[in-house]
């Protein structure tokens, strides 16, 4: 009886190893699926947010263009005219001998950026008059 008692213990503890090696297994599924539904949920509702948010972006985007359009419509020109006294002359009218006309083609090429002539030369004679 001892080796028919030991083959029943045997027994009985091979088949609570297998039904707890099957149960892990299965409770491991099981979580797995239930972390799955889990996440499904979670996206769904970012999806669902994100939508929305988009719809309120789009719906304003809307209002705008709208209201764009209306102020455009809306927009009138208007001139304004003023007068302008002008107290002093912008001409005065005196003359420059050969050398200032020289200084200031010079002055003006140098700005322009083109080749700058070469010196005038010594004056030939002395001017007639001041400058008026």
Request: charged share 20%.
């Amino acid at each position: 009886m001892t080796l028919g008692l030991s083959h029943v213990v045997l027994a009985g503890a091979l088949t609570a190893s297998a039904a707890g090696i099957g149960g892990f297994f299965y409770g491991t599924s099981v979580g797995a699926a239930q972390e799955q539904a889990a996440q499904k949920r979670a996206d769904d509702a970012a999806r669902a947010e994100r939508d929305r948010l988009q719809g309120q972006i789009d719906a304003s985007t809307e209002r705008s263009q709208a209201a764009e359009y209306a102020r455009q419509t809306n927009v009138r020109e208007i001139y304004h005219e003023s007068q302008k006294v002008i107290e002093r002359p912008v001409y005065r009218n005196f003359c420059v001998d050969a050398d200032g006309v020289g200084l200031l083609d010079r002055a003006a090429s140098i700005a322009n950026g083109e080749s700058v002539p070469g010196p005038a030369g010594t004056a030939t004679g002395a001017a007639e008059g001041p400058a008026q």
